[in-house]
């Protein structure tokens, strides 16, 4: 086979267009085996991993603990001590596992009580801004009217 034979209109061999004699027969694959069943991954792996229990000794007792356990009890232990980066990657982990949206706290809607508290606080808070707001503005006024002596240059004597 030829390109030859695209001038007949059957067939043109070319990039991405092998011979017939060399393409894969109908229904064949060009992996006839494929992947093999039961190939794990790495998030398998490490489940497996972390699953297998070790033997610790804590206060002088033997326990027995997952590798999972282990690592955390060890980072927590470091972050307790001082440790700078233990402390970060257990704040990271906590903030990654630890969903605060999660919480046992559901969001009931406030009573009138405390609604009322609220609005009441936000006054307070609202009333003490503008009381401050006001006095600070007086005393920049009045600090604005107060000559102050000029200042001169080192070095030029007092003489401008």
Known sequence: M???ESINGTYEVGYGRPPKAHQFAKGCSGNPNGRPKGTR???SDLAEELGEH???SEGGKPITLSKQRALLKSLVARAIKGDGRAVNALLNLMVR???PSDGEE???PLTSDEEAILVNFEQRILASANVRGKSTGARK???SQSKRPSRTRKGNGGEK
């Open 97 to 99: 596992v630890l969903d």
């Open 41 to 43: 991954n790495l998030k």
């Open 106 to 108: 559901a969001d009931e």
């Open 2 to 4: 030829s390109k030859t």
């Open 141 to 143: 006024r009045a600090g």
């Open 54 to 56: 070790v033997t610790l």
